[in-house]
T-cell receptor, first 115, second 113 residues
Framework: EAQVTQNPRYLITVTGKKLTVTCSQNMNHEYMSWYRQDPGLGLRQIYYSMNVEVTDKGDVPEGYKVSRKEKRNFPLILESPSPNQTSLYFC??????????????FGPGTRLTVL | GENVEQHPSTLSVQEGDSAVIKCTYSDSASNYFPWYKQELGKGPQLIIDIRSNVGEKKDQRIAVTLNKTAKHFSLHITETQPEDSAVYFCAAKGSSNTGKLIFGQGTTLQVKP
């Protein structure tokens, strides 16, 4: 089944404890992206990647890191989480960034709470 | 900067009625406008999209209209059913080469049986 998977689905952690949220897609998509969803703000892009070893900042990159060593995986890293990073996180992928091929498929989400 | 405004934030309708959600965008070069439906506990899923060279698109009970001059687009759901209850997001893709989508704030639609 074609899908985007994220792990973990739920995570409660404490300020400053490094964590990684994994994202994997099995559709051979070039383009991958991380969003955070907060009430009243919709989905805001954190980082994106147009292909392997190519990553760039989205609208709210502060406090986050990503890597794209393989086409299928795009982990999100919080080196020192803070309470303002408590949010619902979504990974998404699309065939490419080009019009006509950029329907984005979303993962199921990761609900993160930073105490 | 690029911005998408979505209204209303919540919408409650009786089963069988129509529902309309409206979005406006700021980047006149935007050329792709998808709508996503997010059910409880799940990620957003594309339900319909429209490109800037088309004024209207329909798929069974859902339709999207685009007014490029006014820079707004709308989602229309007819004959609503309880399973239409969800959060709906509009988005706009600008002309930049990044493939980035700018999302609206979301509309929580409740369809009462």
């Amino acid at each position: 089944e074609a899908q985007v998977t994220q792990n973990p689905r739920y995570l409660i952690t404490v300020t400053g404890k490094k964590l990684t949220v994994t994202c994997s897609q099995n559709m051979n998509h070039e383009y991958m992206s991380w969003y955070r969803q907060d009430p009243g703000l919709g989905l805001r892009q954190i980082y994106y990647s147009m292909n392997v070893e190519v990553t760039d900042k989205g609208d709210v990159p502060e406090g986050y890191k990503v890597s794209r060593k393989e086409k299928r995986n795009f982990p999100l890293i919080l080196e020192s989480p803070s309470p303002n990073q408590t949010s619902l996180y979504f990974c998404a992928s699309s065939l490419s960034r080009r019009p006509g091929n950029n329907e984005q498929f979303f993962g199921p989400g990761t609900r993160l709470t930073v105490l | 900067g690029e911005n998408v405004e979505q209204h209303p934030s919540t919408l409650s309708v009786q089963e069988g009625d129509s529902a309309v959600i409206k979005c406006t965008y700021s980047d006149s070069a935007s050329n792709y406008f998808p709508w996503y439906k997010q059910e409880l506990g799940k990620g957003p899923q594309l339900i319909i999209d429209i490109r800037s060279n088309v004024g209207e698109k329909k798929d069974q009970r859902i339709a999207v209209t685009l007014n490029k001059t006014a820079k707004h687009f709308s989602l229309h759901i007819t004959e609503t059913q309880p399973e239409d209850s969800a959060v709906y997001f509009c988005a706009a893709k600008g002309s930049s080469n990044t493939g980035k989508l700018i999302f609206g704030q979301g509309t929580t639609l409740q369809v009462k049986p």
